[in-house]
């Protein structure tokens, strides 16, 4: 067994710092402290408070990555404080560390955020288990493990937020439901027990607070401490939005099955094609663009694709291997 | 060294909205003495819209195309981020997962394919940088791009999930410090521009459905360049490309600024150091045009 030695390192903080009641803009506060290679995020913050400044407030409670309570922004990473290491925060970004709270325009003081948007998504999927349960069973409700494989840990999501404030769209479009709304949703729907139907899935469909609004830039299977991978349980909802017969004809679910129609017939993609039988008569705002767009040569008509060699073999896969219908 | 040689799938934008980078790509690879073998069989890679669709259908389309790299006993080199993903992803799914992969090859046998695992799956700028070697590069640069600041814009699906970095290429890089672009920036002769949004979504994938979403990250992601005083944009994925070279009326829109920088291929730009000339890169191909060539 090779022996464990701890070692020390110089590390710079900026920390954030802002009290909703008393000041009109946040400032930073500077710390330089030598850091071991045992400690985390957490303890940090507990040597900000215990050592430099007790007004200095945070989240803590359970130490262990279980209530969620710590995660904050590590150089605009979402981190959990009790989870992530220093070593692995220096490995990351250097040893000069900003602290921030998961959302600075939703800060409250210091580290401390306003997640009732988080909640209120988060209550609006219908996280719990809909099912008429028998309240006086002769036996046990079994799962199987296959079953229960099913949910691909999402079950493990803790809610600490980290996702949600890792997402661009949360920023930018305030119905979107967000990472952590979407996998809790999917954890219900890939439950065997859950008889939900189509309750949530119709709501998951609906444009801006849904499903098809994720722009699918990976940020929350990055950051989640849990390892839920939320984009994951995001593409397979929209599957079973499919599956369900909850997809509806709109931009979005013309776009996703367009790309087979177009695969049957070049096996690459006719992008203007695409776009015609995405949008439909939605097309016209498109005409500004797509008219510089041709006079430089971006543009290739249906007649001009190069379509893809053995194009035989790729029908009958597209016959044979497809498993969805619209 | 032995000549570098590789299966190149090209995805769909470099034979139709992006012709400028399946120009800059022959080119470079020419200028460098990499052999690329165009995989003309291979089908769109469902671009993760198809996969919100039909999963096994992307599956097996994806794996078809890299049993054809793996028959040319070649590792495969993708241009755009998104088919990287989407074909590394797939990979991934079925090197992990033998049931999986006894299921899609089912499929394929039926074609006379076989998907065996054997072809590594990477990114041109990955290949370059891991197998070229950026010293080499530095040798060749015949034009230092020395009098420019350039915006490193890395594109989602090449640095996330970051689980597929170790599988992808040799020396796996952070998703929240990058480096390979700057990198290839600095071999260049250039000066790299940080800025928080190098690393961050365009928002490509929902232009259709969420127009305002999309413009305002492409926006934000051409202000933080000029913010930090790039002269012009590099991107290896033509989707942030689209993005940021034909969207920037909507994005300015958006945000409430103008914004507008010249955005170049990756390829386009290490062309210009090695020497390639504005024709063979198809610079003309451009809506926001290249003004310092």
Redesign the interface.
């Known amino acids: 067994m090779s022996t464990h030695t701890i070692t020390t390192q110089k590390v710079n903080f900026k920390v954030f710092r802002f009290n909703a009641d008393e000041d009109y803009l946040p400032y930073y506060d500077d710390y330089t402290m030598e850091v071991t290679s045992e400690e985390v995020v957490l303890d940090i913050l507990n040597r900000i408070k215990w050592d430099y400044d007790g007004s200095f407030s945070y989240r803590r409670s359970c130490r262990h990555g279980i209530c969620g309570a710590c995660a904050i922004k590590v150089n605009g990473r979402s981190t959990l404080a009790c989870k992530e290491s220093m070593n692995t925060m220096v490995d990351l970004f250097g040893s000069d560390l900003i602290f921030e709270p998961l959302s600075i325009k939703r800060a409250v003081k210091d580290m401390i955020i306003d997640k009732k948007d988080f909640w209120e998504k988060h209550d609006a999927i219908h996280p719990y288990l809909i099912s008429d349960v028998d309240e006086h069973p002769e036996h046990e409700h079994l799962v199987t493990p296959e079953e229960a494989e099913e949910l691909n840990e999402a079950d493990l999501c803790i809610q600490c937020g980290a996702c949600h404030y890792a997402c661009p769209v949360v920023e930018i479009n305030e119905d979107f439901f967000g990472p952590a709304a979407f996998a809790k949703a999917y954890r219900f729907e890939a439950d065997v027990r859950d008889d939900a139907h189509t309750l949530r899935l119709v709501e998951l469909h609906e444009e801006k607070q849904g499903l098809w609004d994720c722009v699918k830039c990976f940020e929350c299977a990055e950051v989640c401490p849990k390892d839920v991978n939320p984009i994951e349980k995001i593409t397979k909802l929209h599957q079973m939005l499919f599956k369900e017969g909850v997809a509806t004809s709109n931009v979005a679910t013309r776009h996703a099955v367009g790309f087979k129609h177009s695969i049957v017939k070049n096996g690459v993609l006719d992008e203007g094609g695409l776009v015609l039988y995405s949008e439909g008569p939605g097309i016209v705002k498109h005409i500004p663009v797509a008219l510089r767009m041709f006079v430089k040569g971006k543009i290739v008509p249906p007649w001009g694709i190069t379509k893809s060699d053995k194009l035989d073999e790729i029908k009958k896969l597209v016959k044979s291997s497809s498993t969805a219908k619209f | 060294m032995k000549k570098l040689k590789y299966a190149l799938f090209t995805g769909?934008?470099a034979?139709?909205?992006?012709?400028e980078q399946m120009m800059s790509t022959l080119a470079v690879a020419d200028k460098l003495g990499i052999e690329l073998v165009e995989l003309?069989?291979?089908?769109?890679c469902?671009?993760?819209?198809?996969?919100?669709?039909?999963?096994?259908?992307s599956l097996?389309?994806n794996a078809?195309n890299i049993a054809y790299a793996e028959k040319h006993g070649l590792t495969m080199v993708t241009i755009c981020n998104t088919c990287q993903l989407n074909t590394a992803m797939t990979k991934h799914r079925l090197d992990t997962n033998a049931a999986l992969k006894a299921k899609v090859n089912e499929?394929?046998k039926?074609?006379g394919?076989e998907y065996q695992g054997t072809s590594m799956v990477t990114h041109f700028l990955y290949a370059i940088i891991d197998d070229f070697g950026l010293d080499k590069i530095k040798e060749m640069v015949v034009t230092p791009l020395s009098q420019f600041n350039i915006a490193p814009f890395y594109g989602?699906?090449n640095i996330?999930?970051?689980e597929l970095q170790n599988e992808t290429h040799k020396k796996p890089e952070?998703?929240?410090?990058p480096t390979s672009l700057d990198d290839l920036i600095i071999a260049c002769g250039g000066k790299n521009v940080d800025y928080?949004e190098k690393n961050?979504?365009c928002?490509?994938?929902?232009e259709?459905?969420?127009p305002?979403?999309?413009a305002?990250?492409t926006g934000n992601a051409i202000a933080g360049a000029m913010d930090n005083n790039a002269d012009w944009m590099v991107t290896p994925c033509p989707l942030c490309h689209l993005k940021l070279d034909?969207?920037t009326?909507?994005a300015s829109e958006a945000i409430g600024r103008e914004v507008a920088l010249p955005v170049l291929h990756m390829q386009q730009m290490l062309g210009l150091a090695l020497g390639c000339s504005a024709e063979q890169l198809g610079l003309?191909?451009?809506?926001t045009k290249v003004n310092f060539v």
């Open positions: 769909c934008t034979k139709q909205s992006t012709p003309t069989e291979a089908s769109c469902g671009a993760s819209h198809l996969q919100d669709y039909d999963d096994f259908l097996v389309l078809r499929k394929l039926e074609v394919l989602c699906h996330r999930p970051s952070s998703a929240y410090r928080a961050k979504c928002g490509f994938h929902v259709l459905q969420a305002r979403t999309a305002i990250l034909t969207q009326g909507h003309k191909h451009h809506l």
